[in-house]
């Protein structure tokens, strides 16, 4: 199962995005991560499809947009026009999620659900199937720079072996407070995909840090208890 490494560049200065996003190339990272917040969702607000756009214009990474919004699915067609590659949508913003996952990847993106870290991993025993990723928040989303809740490891391990039970691809992203200090602990509770924020932005040489990170995220999946398991499937 690939290791990915996505970067969120919320905490990012803006202005400075070009520059950023230049070293993220060279430190190979997997995709961005957009954190996309309403204000109502979430009490913060961000960014819309029209950034989304101007990003689309000077990389080729692929774009993951985070919807931290109410009524996610007025805004599918603006953030497809506008170059994003998926969709991850909040379980708790959405009444009828089945209709919504169904809607986002009609609009030909790969559909994903986060979950809050108080809300139940039951809510996707019948919508596993259509995921290509479930995001398990490792805070309140809202903001960036907030501590890691470790109580959501043993969260991320349930979530492993409900998608290898089930047979998913799904990535299983985690987000929210991952840094140096935990990057083992969630890979190794079955993690694939990680969004690091505060704490890659905060290096000297986040080229160099990237490395770092994907060495010791690899280096946990070969030692973790998921690993055999994916590899006894021939995965
Ligand atoms: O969705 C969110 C916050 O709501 C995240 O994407 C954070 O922005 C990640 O940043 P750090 O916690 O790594 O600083």
């Not at 913060?44 to 080729?60: L, M």
């Not at 083992?184 to 990237?210: D, Q, W, Y």
Request: with cysteine.
């Amino acid at each position: 199962m690939p290791i990915k490494i996505a970067p969120s560049i919320l905490s990012a200065d803006f202005c400075d995005l070009p520059n950023l996003i230049g070293l993220l190339e060279k430190g190979k990272a997997d995709d961005l991560h957009l954190d996309i917040m309403d204000g109502h969702f979430v009490p913060n607000i961000t960014f819309g499809p029209p950034v989304v756009r101007s990003i689309r214009k000077i990389t080729k990474f692929p774009l993951d947009a985070h919807l931290m919004v109410e009524n996610p699915e007025f805004f599918f067609d603006d953030f497809a026009a506008a170059g994003a590659r998926s969709i991850t949508v909040h379980a708790e913003a959405c009444r009828h999620l089945h209709r919504v996952v169904q809607t986002i990847k009609k609009t030909g993106l790969r559909a994903g659900v986060a979950l809050n870290p108080a809300t139940p991993l039951q809510v996707l025993d019948f919508l596993l199937a259509d995921l290509d990723l479930v995001l398990v928040m490792t805070v309140n989303p809202g903001w960036g720079g907030q501590e890691f809740i470790s109580g959501m490891l043993h969260k991320i391990r349930e979530l492993r072996e409900m998608l290898i039970r089930s047979g998913s691809q799904a990535d299983l992203q985690v987000d929210g407070g991952i840094n140096r200090d935990n990057v083992k602990a969630v890979v190794e509770a079955g993690a694939n995909h990680l969004v690091i924020g505060s704490a890659l932005l905060r290096e000297e040489n986040p080229v160099a840090a990237l490395h770092e990170y994907r060495l010791a995220a690899k280096a946990a999946y070969i030692d973790s208890w998921w690993h055999d398991r994916i590899s006894s499937k021939g995965e």
